[in-house]
């Protein structure tokens, strides 16, 4: 298995005769592997059936001249104007009933029958055309499937497909009619088609109706991305297949979009948008690469992670000294085995000319070739250690897109966000140095020793059972305000007190709640009432009011008319223990409660550092890998295991990371011992 580094690479950008410069240049970086031909259907195919792949062949060949493979993006994120011309039905409407216009990329609707017959024909003749290149190493369907689409798209369509989604669902009207609830304003349908997408309506929608588009929404991408995987599959099998993932991005399923994938990719720009100084906190981008490793628990690649400022109208801030090294080591350290930097120079034209590549405008080498220079040829001896052993954490958090959607459609409080709430509770174990994993509701949670699952706002008796089950035997779990309150259709269960038959096993009951606004609810963290307690802090934006039965209480409310009342739980069950939090704590509470998980659960931690210093844990085949990863800009200390020393053989100060800087320390793995 070779080590990749590469860059996405637009040959097509630049004149012929630079080619030879650039993949020099490459070659001397100690790349490997380039991404092309994402959006370049203009130019694969000018006019219907008029293939011209001469141009990318000779690419490929001259890259490969210096020792450089090629991943092909298949280019139907941007169907070329000839198309649209011959087929503008291809154009995306959206809820206002206005169609998009020709322009920007992304410009097309997923259901429409032409659109999927152009690109039947475009990347059967692709796939037909390098299923023999030995340098055509895997292919990439489409560019970030989900982005640009937001609510996708509302034609006729659209709504016809919607409209057969729900019959294969409900299998009769009648049985939508009941399940959704369309009693209600006289919202009752005789036949599915006329149940509409949902356009903007004077007042609000029915939530059944909402939950189900945005989940049609997602398996028309899945579709969409799988017509194309179909073909390449049938006709390279040999080659693999991935897609560029978006972290934590959440229009599309990626559990169900990655399970058609050989491997994952994600796309990172820490600095994030122009318009967000100075970027994605170090918290979340870790949860980004922790997230896009458990969608397919399988190591992934970064197919585009930033490699100068960001921009357009604006421009973001110039990555520090440092920083590429660091963003590349904060990748690999998570799980990611092959990086690849968007983009290789900057663009001179076209809407992106200020989102900058490694080479400036001017394509003259500068800080950045050299830096990532550096760290390409520090990173392949580790790289060749480590690829392909997945990074396994003790703990996971439940990740469910069909909560977030439901969450969305009716946030209670204005600022409740479900995946805002994933952040902050993985934030309280990445704090602590505690690694973390995402599952899916299908995945066995009994390899967990503790499972978070926030906001089980939607409940069926499979889950129920799967929940107590894992608890029964041996689990922690972790359950939070708004669980159990909806069935799948997101209709309100009515048959028991909050939150249903979960409240057995957490021995509570719920009779009662407030959605705080505009209001600071005290709180107070009593723990297990031996040690610390006292911990004053702030419940928000939602809380449940809680009745115990069999459960112990760990925080109370310290004013409003339920104080004094429990706010988290815990309550013995079978072998494993549950935990409640009614309310959405501060981090200070939130700390509290992870450091008596840890406890409770017996997690490992990986040791201690400051704010925004992490450590992250790679196994190797010889070695094991210690990242200590320094977010800030100026040097701090960490304090881990001594048995660690560092890679580069730095004995002084051996425990302080400069700024943006990370130290690697190792120890002979247990498979070397
Ligand atoms: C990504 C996209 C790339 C490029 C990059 C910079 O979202 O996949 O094609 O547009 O952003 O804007
Ligand atoms: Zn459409």
Redesign the pocket.
């Known amino acids: 298995m070779s080590v990749f580094f590469g860059v996405?690479y637009y040959p097509e950008h630049w004149a012929r005769d630079r080619w030879e410069t650039d993949a020099k240049l490459m070659q001397e970086m100690g790349l490997n592997i380039v991404r092309m031909g994402?959006?370049s259907w203009a130019k694969f195919e000018p006019g219907e059936g008029e293939f011209h792949f001469e141009w990318l062949d000779e690419a490929i060949a001259l890259l490969a001249g210096h020792g450089i493979k090629t991943l092909i993006g298949t280019p139907t994120a941007a169907p070329p104007a000839w198309i649209i011309e011959k087929d503008p039905d291809i154009l995306p409407v959206d809820s206002q009933g206005q169609q998009k216009g020709f322009g920007g990329r992304h410009h097309d609707c997923q259901s429409n029958v032409k659109y999927r017959e152009h690109i039947r024909r475009l990347v059967t003749a692709m796939a037909e055309h390098y299923k023999d290149n030995e340098n055509v190493v895997g292919w990439q369907i489409d560019?970030?499937l989900g982005?640009s689409h937001e609510d996708l798209c509302m034609c006729d369509s659209c709504r016809h497909a919607f409209q057969q989604w729900l019959k294969k669902k409900y299998g009769s009207i009648e049985n939508l009619n009941k399940e959704w609830g369309t009693v209600f304003w006289s919202q009752d349908y005789d036949k599915f088609s006329q149940i509409p997408a949902p356009k903007v309506t004077p007042t609000m929608h029915n939530p059944s109706l909402l939950l189900d588009w945005k989940r049609f929404c997602s398996d028309l991408v899945v579709d969409f991305q799988k017509l194309q995987v179909d073909i390449i599959k049938s006709i390279c099998p040999h080659q693999p297949v991935t897609h560029?993932l978006?972290g934590l991005y959440d229009k599309t399923d990626y559990f169900d979009l990655a399970s058609d994938l050989d491997f994952a990719s994600n796309?990172q720009?820490p600095t994030g948008y122009y318009f967000t100084p100075p970027g994605q906190p170090s918290y979340e981008i870790s949860a980004c690469l922790d997230f896009i490793r458990s969608v397919k628990k399988k190591n992934f690649w970064m197919m585009?992670l930033e490699s100068g400022p960001?921009g357009g109208a604006f421009i973001g801030r110039m990555p520090r000294p440092g920083q590429l090294r660091l963003w590349t080591l904060h990748c690999i350290a998570h799980g990611s085995d092959t990086i690849v930097y968007?983009?290789w120079r900057t663009c001179l034209f076209g809407t992106?000319q200020f989102?900058h590549g490694i080479l400036p405008h001017n394509g003259v080498p500068g800080r950045r070739y050299q830096e990532l220079k550096d760290t390409v040829a520090e990173m392949v001896p580790v790289l060749k250690d480590i690829q392909g052993i997945v990074p396994k954490a003790e703990a996971a958090i439940l990740f469910s897109y069909d909560q977030n959607n439901a969450i969305k459609i009716q946030p209670h409080h204005p600022e409740l966000d479900y995946i805002e709430q994933v952040k902050k509770y993985y934030d309280s174990f990445y704090e602590r140095n505690i690694p973390l994993d995402f599952i899916s509701e299908t995945e066995d949670f009994q390899d967990y020793k503790l499972v978070i699952a926030p906001l089980q706002f939607l409940m069926d008796a499979a889950l129920e059972d799967k929940l107590m089950e894992y608890v029964k035997k041996g689990g922690r779990l972790v359950l939070t305000m708004r669980t159990g309150v909806k069935n799948r259709n997101n209709v309100c269960m009515g048959d028991m007190p909050l939150p249903g038959r979960l409240g057995g096993m957490l021995g509570i009951k719920i009779e009662d709640y407030d959605c705080p606004l505009g209001l600071t609810v005290k709180l107070e963290w009593t723990g297990t009432g031996i040690k610390d307690p006292g911990q004053e802090g702030v419940a928000d934006k939602w809380c449940d009011i809680v009745t115990l039965g069999d459960a112990k209480p760990l925080a109370f409310y310290r004013s409003e008319y339920y104080k004094d009342t429990p706010a988290v739980t815990v309550n013995s069950y079978g072998a494993g223990k549950a935990y409640y939090v009614a309310t959405e704590p501060d981090k200070h509470i939130l700390g509290q409660l992870a450091e008596l998980l840890r406890e409770e659960a017996g997690l490992e931690s990986l040791g201690e550092s400051p704010k925004d210093v992490e450590l992250t844990l790679r196994k190797g085949r010889a070695r094991d890998y210690l990242f200590a990863i320094n977010h800030t800009d100026c040097g701090q200390e960490v304090r881990i295991d001594r048995m660690w020393k560092r890679l580069d053989g730095c004995r002084e100060n051996a425990f302080v990371v400069g700024g943006y800087g990370v130290n690697i320390y190792t120890r002979q793995s247990d498979a070397g011992q």
Do not use: A, C, G, K
């Open positions: 996405d994402e959006f560019n970030e982005n560029n978006m796309d720009y585009e960001t968007f983009r992106e989102w």
